[in-house]
């Protein structure tokens, strides 16, 4: 079963093998006794930890990941555990570095090939539209979906697409400007309003 996390923060350290790296520091999903699936907000006794060399062909896909909140896949068979002495904490830590230190030969989607999901608690947010659909009575004129598509297209709507992928930084995006990673998110987001229950 794969494994998946909530990356939780990305910051540039010092590795004594190999200099300036990347430690991605990621929450596991976890289920609680009621059978849902939560993730822990903060950096805590279970979140884990990544290396990964300072390249921004490596780094950037798993900044958008982040910056979109939402669940990355990693292909754990592109990991070699080993632990370390954590200068922080000074306790050895489990630790896993990126095969892409010595090799070429991994998974460049770094996302066990699923798409990542760019958009955290889209139900939430699908569920907020549609009561605002009923409630302002747009319902009489256009159908769910048109209206939530006339939000996104919308010239008088310029957050949109910084309230869905809860990112600031694209305010006054249109959907030409968003990322191939991000308009297939948001068609994925879409594809729910053709749906009677979500």
């Known amino acids: 079963m794969k494994k998946e996390f909530q990356i939780m923060n990305i910051k540039g350290v010092d590795d004594t093998r190999y200099g300036s790296i ?24 279970s ?7 300072d390249d921004d062909d490596i780094i950037q896909p798993l900044v958008s990941i982040a910056r979109g909140g939402g669940l990355w896949t990693p292909n754990m068979a592109d990991f070699s555990a080993e632990n370390i002495h954590n200068a922080d904490s000074n ?9 892409s230190f010595w090799s070429d ?18 139900h939430y947010k699908a569920n907020q539209l549609k009561e605002q659909y009923y409630r302002n009575g747009w319902y009489e004129s256009m159908s769910l979906y048109d209206y939530v598509f006339s939000l996104a297209v919308g010239d008088d709507v310029e957050d949109f697409f910084s309230w869905l992928f809860d990112d600031p930084s694209l305010a006054g995006f249109s959907l030409a400007s968003l990322s191939l990673a991000q ?3 948001f068609d994925d987001f879409m594809d729910l309003f053709d749906e009677e229950e979500f």
């Open 183 to 185: 308009t297939e998110s």
């Open 91 to 99: 306790r050895i830590i489990k630790v896993y570095r990126h095969k």
């Open 22 to 45: 990347v430690l991605v520091e990621a929450n596991p999903v976890e289920t609680n006794s009621l059978g849902m699936r939560f993730v822990t907000q903060h950096i805590c006794s």
């Open 105 to 122: 030969d991994y998974d460049m989607s770094l996302n066990s090939g699923a798409r990542p999901e760019l958009i955290a608690n889209k």
């Open 47 to 53: 979140t884990e930890s990544f290396f990964f060399p």
